[in-house]
């Protein structure tokens, strides 16, 4: 079983911020929280990664609250090319995946 | 510098029939990691390699077998295949350091077809 629970899709208009939420109530003491994106026959590509308080790169900011049971990615001003699956995970060791969240933009 | 390469990109076998996968990791990573991923599914963990053995196994059964070289490179081996084994192979390769949880960084798949 997965270790963290997401919306299963999300629509959203170009232009528009976006922020998806994941929740993993049984984090471990060790675990980071890293996100992925996937297109359509593709592998999943690293977006950013945390363990605590907000972290920003040139693609996202990933917000984490003191408990750390839960993580927000945040897209600011989203395209069409950011439809995509987005999946959120802990750890490192037999990372297991969710279905993640299906993120449509629409026009 | 490349990512993480893997061959072929497609492939179709009939039923019954044995299959090897390969994975080139990205450079500087040390540890590989095989997925199946369904049409519409996330990735499922097959296993995890690293210092030529496996370390961690995800629920598939003993048809599923891999390889980690010197070079840390690696194969994943699938025999007597059945339909249901139709899917997207994904290698991910990272760095194993216990100070911190090293991202993934994964290959574009195999499409295996089983008819």
């Known amino acids: 079983l997965a270790k963290t629970t997401q919306p299963i899709s999300m629509d959203s208009y170009e232009g528009q911020e976006v922020n998806i939420t994941c929740s993993h109530n049984n984090i471990a003491t060790n675990d980071y929280i890293t996100w992925y994106q996937q297109f359509p026959s593709q592998g999943p590509r690293f977006i950013i990664q945390g363990y605590k308080t907000k972290v920003t790169n040139e693609v996202a900011s990933l917000f984490i609250p003191a408990d750390r049971k839960s993580s927000t990615l945040s897209l600011p001003r989203v395209s069409l090319s950011d439809t995509a699956v987005y999946y959120c995970?802990?750890?490192?060791?037999?990372?297991?995946f969710g279905k993640g969240t299906r993120l449509h933009i629409l026009p | 510098d490349a990512g993480v390469t893997q061959s072929p990109t497609h492939l179709i076998k009939t039923r019954g029939q044995q299959v090897t996968l390969r994975c080139s990791p990205k450079s500087g990573h040390d540890t590989v990691s095989w997925y199946q991923q369904a049409l519409g599914q996330g990735p499922q963990f097959i296993f995890q390699?690293?210092?030529?053995?496996?370390?961690q196994r995800g629920n598939f059964p003993d048809r599923f077998s891999g390889h980690q070289f010197p070079n840390y490179s690696s194969e994943l081996n699938v025999n007597a295949l059945l339909l249901g084994d139709s899917a997207l192979y994904l290698c991910?390769?990272?760095?194993?350091?216990?100070?911190?949880?090293?991202?993934?960084?994964f290959g574009n798949g195999t499409r295996l077809t089983v008819t």
């Open positions: 991910a390769s990272s760095f194993r350091d216990r100070a911190y949880n090293s991202p993934l960084h």
């Open positions: 995970l802990l750890g490192d060791d037999k990372i297991i």
């Open positions: 390699y690293y210092e030529e053995e496996e370390r």
